[in-house]
């Protein structure tokens, strides 16, 4: 549940976000990795790093932050002999076109609610596009081509939003001598995401996790159980806290009244993409053995 005292810039963040991140879960996506002869996960990969161009895992693995660097290296840079990163980029838009009319309508794509969310999303992230510094994966998503349609604005909007926080976020993580498997197994022992599958998907061995739930025992930020203390939940809510901090300057450019004119159009446009299943990991089994990415605060 949202705290009652969030601020509108991230509400409308947080309210916008699954019109993003249904791509890392839709099949329209697989299939068209599939179509290069990409496994899903490693078309994860190649298609969010491939802003960067045909780099190797090493600034991958720095940027996404909590995947195990070695996980990163199967997939990159095998993958540029199957496919450019200008292709995959194409192939992602593609499939958020795809999705989003198929999860949407068609009648929705193209009304007038979209498009005001757009221009909305859009004048946040370009006010986000003058501050890049210390911010490479947004930095090298703000330098990609704005798409022409309403919902695919939005689409692009967002996923700006998104990797300027999410830059940021790891700036804090860091700034807290948070490692990246620190924040995952610091979310995991939070309860907020299902049992096991932020280690399976970010590619860390049992034997990995456990000596990382073993430092933050020492540290004080887990119990016994694996849980976390007080003095984690608070590391995390600070965390969070300089998080939006340090990304409400893209959203003041639309101000708090448009940040809740932002949260109020694309609600049931998020609702409806949660209904039609765009957001199931499930739906990806058909694709892949291996479980796909999920949207959660800490990269």
Do not use: C
Not at 69 to 94: C, F, N, Y
């Amino acid at each position: 549940m949202a705290d009652v005292t969030e601020s509108p810039f991230r509400l409308a963040w947080r309210v916008t976000e699954p019109l993003h991140a249904m791509i890392y879960f839709v099949p329209e996506a697989a299939e068209r990795y599939a179509a290069f002869g990409i496994r899903p996960m490693d078309g994860y990969f190649a298609s969010r790093g491939a802003a960067f161009g045909p780099v190797g895992p090493a600034i991958v693995a720095a940027t996404f932050y909590n995947f195990n660097p070695a996980r990163v290296a199967r997939a990159l840079p095998a993958v540029w002999s199957k496919a450019s990163p200008e292709q995959l980029l194409a192939a992602r838009l593609e499939a958020a076109d795809a999705a989003l009319t198929r999860g949407l309508g068609a009648e929705v794509v193209d009304g007038p609610e979209i498009a005001e969310a757009a221009a909305l999303a859009r004048r946040a992230a370009e006010k986000a596009a003058t501050l890049p510094h210390g911010r490479p994966l947004f930095a090298a998503h703000a330098a990609l081509p704005w798409p022409d349609r309403p919902h695919l604005v939005l689409f692009h909007a967002q996923t700006l939003l998104r990797e300027f926080r999410g830059d940021g976020h790891v700036a804090a993580l860091l700034a807290n001598g948070i490692s990246g498997l620190d924040a995952i197994v610091m979310h995991d022992a939070s309860g907020q995401s299902p049992a096991g599958f932020l280690r399976g998907s970010r590619g860390w061995s049992a034997e990995q996790w456990a000596e990382a739930e073993d430092d933050l025992r020492r540290s004080g930020l887990l119990d016994a159980d694996g849980r976390l203390t007080e003095a984690g939940v608070a590391l995390r809510a600070h965390v969070e806290d300089r998080t939006d901090q340090v990304t409400a300057v893209a959203y003041r450019a639309i101000g708090e009244e448009g940040s809740r004119r932002l949260a109020e159009l694309t609600r049931p446009l998020s609702r409806a993409v949660v209904k039609a299943g765009l957001l199931d990991p499930k739906t990806l089994v058909t694709h892949s053995s291996r479980p796909n990415h999920l949207p959660e605060s800490d990269r």
